[in-house]
């Protein structure tokens, strides 16, 4: 599987991320698509779309995705939700979830913060692929795609843009 994963839309879908996501199989959205249903809708009819509700949501968008979600990839275990942190430093909601799921990747939003890292405590590779958008501090908007196959996750790619 050739997973395209982004976060922190806030209502920007750009031209580049969609070339860049162009030979994914699927789309993740880590929350804050920060627009309407619409918005949502215009990424998930252009690929299938796995993705979860973020804080700047509203009403919608919440009754569209939920606030996280387990599931299989590739034959890995993968838990999404936002508001996620990384190892060590995790929100004490997305501690609770890892505690029951024990997933092998986890991945989250929220900061705008792009971070890829193995969690050794887990054993289980933590992800966030920053922000997508324009609304934050960031500096450079990005974006992840890899592929997960054999219960291995491989060929990680980075795009960034400026702000």
Same mark, same amino acid.
């Given at each position: 599987?050739?997973?395209?994963?982004?976060?922190?839309?806030?209502?920007?879908?750009?031209?580049?991320?969609?070339?860049?996501?162009?030979?994914?199989?699927?789309?993740?959205?880590?929350?804050?698509?920060?627009?309407?249903?619409?918005?949502?809708?215009?990424?998930?009819?252009?690929?299938?779309?796995?993705?979860?509700?973020?804080?700047?949501?509203?009403?919608?968008?919440?009754?569209?995705?939920?606030?996280?979600?387990?599931?299989?990839?590739?034959?890995?275990?993968?838990?999404?939700?936002?508001?996620?942190?990384?190892?060590?430093?995790?929100?004490?909601?997305?501690?609770?979830?890892?505690?029951?799921?024990?997933? /092998?990747?986890?991945?989250?939003?929220?900061?705008?913060?792009?971070?890829?890292?193995?969690?050794?405590?887990?054993?289980?590779?933590?992800?966030?692929?920053?922000?997508?958008?324009?609304?934050?501090?960031?500096?450079?908007?990005?974006?992840?795609?890899?592929?997960?196959?054999?219960? /291995?996750?491989?060929?990680?790619?980075?795009?960034?843009?400026?702000?």
């Amino acid at each position: 599987m050739f997973v395209g994963l982004i976060s922190d839309s806030h209502g920007v879908w750009s031209p580049e991320f969609q070339e860049f996501l162009e030979p994914c199989d699927v789309v993740w959205h880590a929350g804050d698509w920060g627009a309407d249903v619409e918005f949502t809708k215009q990424i998930s009819e252009w690929k299938p779309v796995v993705g979860v509700f973020g804080n700047c949501d509203g009403q919608d968008i919440r009754l569209e995705y939920p606030s996280y979600q387990f599931f299989e990839c590739g034959g890995m275990s993968v838990l999404m939700t936002h508001i996620g942190g990384y190892p060590g430093h995790y929100d004490y909601r997305a501690r609770a979830l890892i505690e029951r799921f024990r997933p /092998q990747v986890f991945v989250c939003g929220h900061s705008h913060i792009l971070k890829v890292m193995y969690d050794d405590y887990y054993q289980m590779m933590t992800i966030n692929p920053g922000a997508c958008g324009i609304q934050g501090w960031h500096v450079l908007r990005t974006a992840l795609r890899f592929k997960i196959d054999g219960g /291995q996750l491989s060929d990680m790619e980075l795009f960034k843009l400026p702000r």
